[in-house]
């Protein structure tokens, strides 16, 4: 017997009814929430979202800063010259719901303004106060009043200290007597390492370098629950970029690539990417080892604690157990020797430290590096 379609339509609708006819439902009254109290509750909302975010971009500019100034001398030509202050203005949100947040509760408003300026920065001596006004950077003027003059303003502090030279802004604020009033202040900027580091917006317990620049999940600013531990986290990143992984990542890739289009149209053989791949995880773990051990010396010397750094990456350790078995083809070093490395690496830094020797690394004797035969030469 054959039905139609129309019909078996029919009969799964019925169906479909019956069930819905018959589901579990609610049983107590449900509240009634105004459209009024709604919105109240979207604001509290987006307020507390805003302010978790601007505290982890602050967080992220504190803790970073010593890391990239004072460690720079590890960072050879990598260099560039940084104030410590944040610009935005409310344009520079992403939603206007937000910018009608940041307005009302922190004050931002459509002009460019130093939202945040790191303690003990260029900025701060200098005397630049969070929530001052830019007027003038050099001889430019600062105007306009959106994203496009934000990306101005920065392009400008980038040009004007280019070589470390001092830079000379003019600000607006209000004074005592809540008038307003300009400033002139000279900042003689910071030498640092170029590599920005910016937070990603992932809940996943990462942070990766790119060779340009340092990116943290906020699911990493969590997980690290104090500035040292996210201290350690950024050192080890900036280590990588500093000593060339990324580039010599992408030189042994190419490599590979390159052996694989010739086995194909020699041998006739489909490698499917294998040498690719093969090249680009090439050396990964020495890497990683050589980043932990950089790492360390830059987070010494910044001033930074370096004691707990084992138990901190025994704690990330947590999140994949499976990387305490020794493994030679993983990407990152074995959790049980990575650990004893570190502690090493402690050790070694404390007895410079207490001998008066220069807190930079034994770059051809590296303890956690040396019995790695997968490690190429170290950079001169």
């Keep these: 017997m054959k039905f139609s379609a129309r019909v078996g339509r029919k009969v799964v609708a019925g169906v479909v009814a019956c069930i819905a006819l018959a589901a579990c439902a609610p049983t107590t009254q449900r509240v009634r929430v105004s459209d009024g109290a709604a919105e109240i509750e979207a604001r509290k909302q987006r307020q507390i979202a805003l302010q978790a975010y601007l505290e982890d971009q602050q967080r992220l500019l504190r803790v970073s800063y010593p890391l990239l100034t004072r460690g720079s001398d590890l960072c050879g030509e990598d260099i560039r010259y940084t104030t410590g202050m ?27 303004q130093a939202v945040y300026v790191v303690p003990g920065s260029a900025a701060d001596k200098a005397g ?89 999940q906020r699911g990493m600013m969590r997980f690290a629950t104090s500035d040292t531990e996210l201290g350690l986290v950024i050192s080890h990143e900036i280590a990588h ?22 086995t194909q149209l020699l041998l006739k053989v489909p490698t499917q990417g294998l040498f690719g791949s093969l090249g680009g995880n090439a050396f990964s773990q020495g890497f990683e080892s050589e980043a932990d051990y950089v790492g360390l010396y830059i987070m010494a010397q910044a001033g930074g604690d370096i004691d707990n750094a084992p138990q901190f990456w025994r704690r990330m350790a947590t999140l994949s157990p499976g990387s305490i078995q020794s493994s030679h083809t993983a990407t990152h070093p074995a959790t049980p020797e990575r650990f004893v490395a570190l502690e090493e690496t402690v050790r070694e830094i404390k007895a410079k430290k207490a001998a008066g020797q220069p807190l930079t690394p034994n770059l051809k004797n590296a303890p956690d590096i040396k019995a790695d035969p997968l490690l190429p030469p170290a950079k001169p």
Excluded at 86 to 111: D, G, H, I, P, W
Excluded at 165 to 173: A, C, K, Y
Excluded at 242 to 262: E, F, P, Q, V, W
């Design 241 to 262: 970029n500093s000593m060339g992984h990324m580039r010599a990542k992408m030189t042994n890739y190419t490599l590979g690539t390159i052996l694989d289009i010739a």
């Design 128 to 216: 630049v106060r969070s929530g001052d006004t830019l007027i003038q950077l050099g001889s430019w003027p600062v105007s306009g009043n959106d994203t496009e003059v934000v990306k101005q303003a920065l392009t400008q502090i980038k040009e004007l200290t280019r070589n470390g030279q001092p830079l000379r802004i003019d600000v607006q604020r209000k004074g005592k007597n809540g008038m307003l009033q300009s400033q002139s202040l000279l900042i003689t900027p910071d030498r640092a390492c170029s590599y920005p580091v910016v937070l990603g917006n992932g809940d996943e317990v990462n942070a990766y370098a790119d060779g340009n620049q340092v990116v943290v």
């Design 86 to 112: 944040a610009l935005a203005n409310s344009s520079t949100l992403l939603t206007e719901a937000f910018r009608e947040t940041a307005e009302s509760v922190y004050k931002l408003s459509n002009t460019v």
